[in-house]
C-alpha cells in the first residue's frame, strides 16, 4: 500500500480538535490514572477525534519516563478506538526513538515530537533528530511540533523527503502571515497543518490555510473546542468569533506572564467542575485565591454560559 493512502485517515483526523488532555494528580502528587481515564472519555464521548497525551498541556516535561508511558497506556486504553491517539514523545534521540515505539506498541495511530529544547540547534540537526525518530517507526504516522521561528520550510520540505510519514505540522509560531507562507512553500497539501496556539489564535490560522487546531481548553469544555472548529471548518468566521468572545477571558488567563499558568488555569477549572484535583507539577505552581477568583469568573457563566 503506497504511504500517502496508508496514512490518509490519520492525516484527515488531524484536520480538527486535537485535545491536549492534562495529567491529574492524586493526593500524594502521583498520576492519577482512574481520573485520567474518565477525563479522556469525556473529551472522546463529546465528539473529539484526536488525543494527545503527554502534550504540553499534560505537563510532559515534568513526567519521568515511566510516568509517561503510563499516561500513553491510560489514554488508548480510554480512548478504546473511538479516537486516534497521538502520542507525545520528546527530550534525546534514543529516548524519543525508545517512546515512539513504546507507543507503537501500545496502540497509538500517530506520534508527535515535542521541540527540541537543546539550546543549541542547527537547521540541519533539527531535521536529522526528527528524521531519526520517524524512521526508526515507519508503522506509525509522525506530527512536528514547531515552535521555532528559525525554521523554514526549507526544512519541512527537506524531512518530508526523507521520512514519507511525517504527515503533520503543529505550527505555534505566534504569526499568521509567516505561517501562511511556511504552509504554502512547505507543501499546503502535504502535510496536516495545525494551529497550535489553541482557539485564541485558531480563527486566524484557519484564515489562511490551517484544517485543525490543538486545545487545552477542550479539558473544560469540549462543547465550544468542537463548535469554534465546525464554523471555521464552515468557514463561519463571524460565527467562530462569537465563540472566541467566550472563551477570550479563560484563555487569556492561560497565556498572561508568558503562559506561566497555561495548565494550573485548566486544572483549578477542572477541579472547581469537581473533574479532578488542581495540583500542578514545578515549574507550574498551584493559583493564588485571587487567581482561583479570576478563574471562577471567566468559567462561570462565560464558558459555560446556556
Same mark, same amino acid.
Given at each position: 500500500?503506497?504511504?500517502?493512502?496508508?496514512?490518509?485517515?490519520?492525516?484527515?483526523?488531524?484536520?480538527?480538535?486535537?485535545?491536549?488532555?492534562?495529567?491529574?494528580?492524586?493526593?500524594?502528587?502521583?498520576?492519577?490514572?482512574?481520573?485520567?481515564?474518565?477525563?479522556?472519555?469525556?473529551?472522546?464521548?463529546?465528539?473529539?477525534?484526536?488525543?494527545?497525551?503527554?502534550?504540553?498541556?499534560?505537563?510532559?516535561?515534568?513526567?519521568?519516563?515511566?510516568?509517561?508511558?503510563?499516561?500513553?497506556?491510560?489514554?488508548?486504553? *480510554? $480512548?478504546?478506538?473511538?479516537?486516534? +491517539?497521538?502520542?507525545? !514523545?520528546?527530550?534525546? &534521540? %534514543?529516548? =524519543?526513538?525508545? /517512546?515512539?515505539?513504546?507507543?507503537?506498541?501500545?496502540?497509538?495511530?500517530?506520534?508527535?515530537?515535542?521541540?527540541?529544547?537543546?539550546?543549541?540547534?542547527?537547521?540541519?540537526?533539527?531535521?536529522?533528530?526528527?528524521?531519526?525518530?520517524?524512521?526508526?517507526?515507519?508503522?506509525?504516522?509522525?506530527?512536528?511540533?514547531?515552535?521555532?521561528?528559525?525554521?523554514?520550510?526549507?526544512?519541512?520540505?527537506?524531512?518530508?523527503? *526523507? $521520512?514519507?510519514?511525517?504527515?503533520? +505540522?503543529?505550527?505555534? !509560531?505566534?504569526?499568521? &502571515? %509567516?505561517? =501562511?507562507?511556511? /504552509?504554502?512553500?512547505?507543501?499546503?497539501?502535504?502535510?496536516?497543518?495545525i494551529a497550535g496556539?489553541?482557539?485564541?489564535?485558531?480563527?486566524?490560522?484557519?484564515?489562511?490555510?490551517?484544517?485543525?487546531?490543538?486545545?487545552?481548553?477542550?479539558?473544560?469544555?469540549?462543547?465550544?473546542?468542537?463548535?469554534?472548529?465546525?464554523?471555521?471548518?464552515?468557514?463561519?468566521?463571524?460565527g467562530a468569533m462569537?465563540?472566541?468572545?467566550?472563551?477570550?477571558?479563560?484563555?487569556?488567563?492561560?497565556?498572561?506572564?508568558?503562559?506561566?499558568?497555561?495548565?494550573?488555569?485548566?486544572?483549578?477549572?477542572l477541579a472547581q467542575?469537581?473533574?479532578?484535583?488542581?495540583?500542578?507539577?514545578?515549574?507550574?505552581?498551584?493559583?493564588?485565591?485571587?487567581?482561583?477568583?479570576?478563574?471562577?469568573?471567566?468559567?462561570?457563566?462565560?464558558?459555560?454560559?446556556?
Amino acid at each position: 500500500m503506497p504511504v500517502s493512502s496508508r496514512f490518509d485517515e490519520r492525516k484527515r483526523r488531524l484536520s480538527g480538535v486535537v485535545a491536549i488532555p492534562v495529567t491529574p494528580f492524586d493526593a500524594d502528587g502521583a498520576v492519577d490514572s482512574e481520573t485520567y481515564g474518565r477525563l479522556v472519555d469525556r473529551v472522546i464521548s463529546t465528539g473529539v477525534d484526536v488525543v494527545t497525551p503527554n502534550g504540553n498541556t499534560g505537563e510532559f516535561y515534568a513526567l519521568d519516563e515511566a510516568e509517561a508511558r503510563h499516561c500513553l497506556e491510560v489514554t488508548v486504553k *480510554a $480512548a478504546a478506538g473511538r479516537a486516534s +491517539v497521538v502520542a507525545g !514523545v520528546g527530550h534525546d &534521540v %534514543r529516548t =524519543a526513538i525508545r /517512546a515512539a515505539r513504546h507507543a507503537r506498541d501500545a496502540g497509538a495511530d500517530l506520534v508527535m515530537i515535542h521541540q527540541p529544547v537543546h539550546p543549541y540547534v542547527a537547521a540541519e540537526g533539527w531535521v536529522e533528530y526528527h528524521r531519526a525518530i520517524a524512521a526508526a517507526v515507519p508503522e506509525l504516522g509522525f506530527v512536528l511540533y514547531v515552535r521555532d521561528a528559525r525554521i523554514e520550510s526549507e526544512q519541512l520540505r527537506a524531512l518530508a523527503d *526523507a $521520512a514519507e510519514n511525517v504527515i503533520g +505540522v503543529k505550527y505555534a !509560531v505566534p504569526d499568521p &502571515v %509567516r505561517f =501562511a507562507s511556511m /504552509a504554502r512553500d512547505a507543501g499546503i497539501d502535504r502535510f496536516a497543518w495545525i494551529a497550535g496556539l489553541a482557539e485564541l489564535s485558531a480563527p486566524g490560522y484557519f484564515a489562511v490555510g490551517a484544517t485543525g487546531f490543538t486545545s487545552g481548553l477542550v479539558n473544560v469544555v469540549p462543547e465550544l473546542s468542537l463548535e469554534m472548529f465546525r464554523a471555521l471548518r464552515d468557514r463561519d468566521f463571524t460565527g467562530a468569533m462569537t465563540i472566541w468572545e467566550r472563551i477570550r477571558p479563560f484563555e487569556e488567563l492561560r497565556a498572561a506572564n508568558g503562559n506561566a499558568h497555561n495548565v494550573s488555569v485548566v486544572k483549578e477549572a477542572l477541579a472547581q467542575l469537581g473533574l479532578c484535583r488542581a495540583d500542578v507539577r514545578p515549574p507550574s505552581r498551584a493559583l493564588t485565591g485571587a487567581e482561583r477568583e479570576r478563574v471562577t469568573a471567566a468559567v462561570w457563566p462565560g464558558l459555560l454560559a446556556r
